[in-house]
C-alpha cells in the first residue's frame, strides 16, 4: 500500500514504535509526498521543535524542498533572531506575516480575531503564493487536547493535502531527535518554554499538557491558533 494511503492505528504506534521506526515512518511519509508532490510540496516551519526537527528531516529527504515562516509582531525577539539566522542558512525558506493595523492589545480582548488576522491569512497567502498542494506540519498527537483527532494524511480542504510526518512521536523522541541530529532549536527552550507562541500569549508552566501555556486566561487556553482548525483555501475576502 502506498505510505500516503496506510489506516494504521495511530494511537496504538504512539506507543508500540521505537525511535528508529518513528524516524525512518516520517522519513517515508515525506520521501513519498515529495515524489507525488514535487515543489509543490512546502513545509511549514513555525520555528517551534516539531518543526525545525521535521525540516531537518525534509532536507535529507532532499535538500531543495522549500518551506514557510508564519511570523507575527509579537513573536518574542529571541525567535525574530532564530528566524533570521534560520532564513539566511536555509533561503529557500520564505517568511510571510500581515502588518494590517489592527486594535490596541486584540490578543487579550478577541484572540481568535488576532489569531485569524495575524497567522491565518498569512498562510493562506502562503499557500496561494507558493502553488501549494501539500504542506507539511510538525503537529503530533501527544501535544495536547486539541491535537488528538488528526491523521498524518489529511485533506480538510479540498485539493490541499496536509501532511503530519511526526504525528505519533512523543515530546521526547522530539528531543531525542534534536540531540541525535544535532538540530539547532529556538533559545527560548533553555528558559524552561515547553510550547511556543506570540510573547503576549505563551507563559512558562509545569502542567502535563504540553501546550497549556499557550493563551493562559482567555477562552483559547491550551488551544489553536486556526492554523490547523480553519479552512486555508477558498475564502472569501479576508482570504483567496
Ligand atoms: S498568538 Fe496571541 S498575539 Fe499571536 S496572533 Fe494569536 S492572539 Fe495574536
Known amino acids: ?34 515524489k507525488k508532490y514535487g515543489n509543490s510540496m512546502v513545509v511549514a516551519n513555525s520555528l517551534g521543535k516539531d518543526s525545525v526537527a521535521v525540516w531537518d528531516l525534509a532536507k535529507r529527504v532532499n535538500p531543495k524542498i522549500r518551506g514557510f515562516i508564519i ?8 525567535t525574530k533572531k532564530f528566524m533570521n539566522e534560520e532564513v539566511k542558512c536555509y533561503p529557500e525558506l520564505k517568511v510571510f506575516k500581515n502588518d494590517a493595523e489592527i486594535p490596541d492589545q486584540l490578543y487579550y480582548t478577541d ?16 499557500v496561494q503564493e507558493m502553488k501549494v498542494k501539500c504542506w507539511v506540519t510538525g503537529l ?26 511526526i504525528l505519533i512521536w512523543k515530546e521526547r523522541e522530539v528531543w531525542q531527535y534534536l540531540a541525535l ?19 503576549p500569549c505563551t507563559r512558562i508552566t509545569n ?25 486555508l483555501i477558498n475564502v472569501n475576502g479576508d482570504g483567496i
Open 181 to 199: 541530529y544535532e538540530v539547532k532549536v529556538n533559545p527560548l527552550y533553555k528558559a524552561g518554554y515547553r510550547s511556543l507562541g506570540c510573547e
Open 1 to 34: 500500500m502506498d505510505t500516503l494511503e496506510n489506516k494504521d492505528d495511530l494511537k496504538k504506534l504512539v506507543d508500540t514504535l521505537n525511535f528508529k521506526q518513528k524516524v525512518d515512518r516520517a522519513f517515508a511519509l515525506i520521501e513519498a509526498a515529495y
Open 111 to 126: 484572540p481568535d480575531k488576532c489569531c485569524d488576522i495575524l497567522k491565518v491569512q498569512p498562510i493562506r497567502r502562503a
Open 71 to 78: 511570523t507575527t509582531r509579537f513573536k518574542p525577539k529571541e
Open 207 to 231: 502542567e502535563d499538557n504540553e501546550r497549556a501555556g499557550r493563551w493562559i486566561g482567555t477562552s483559547k487556553c491550551g488551544g489553536e491558533c486556526g492554523i490547523h482548525t480553519r479552512s
Open 140 to 165: 503530533r498527537c501527544t501535544e495536547g487536547r486539541t491535537r488528538t483527532d488528526f491523521k498524518e494524511v489529511e485533506e480538510r480542504d479540498k485539493g490541499l493535502i496536509k501532511l503530519n510526518p
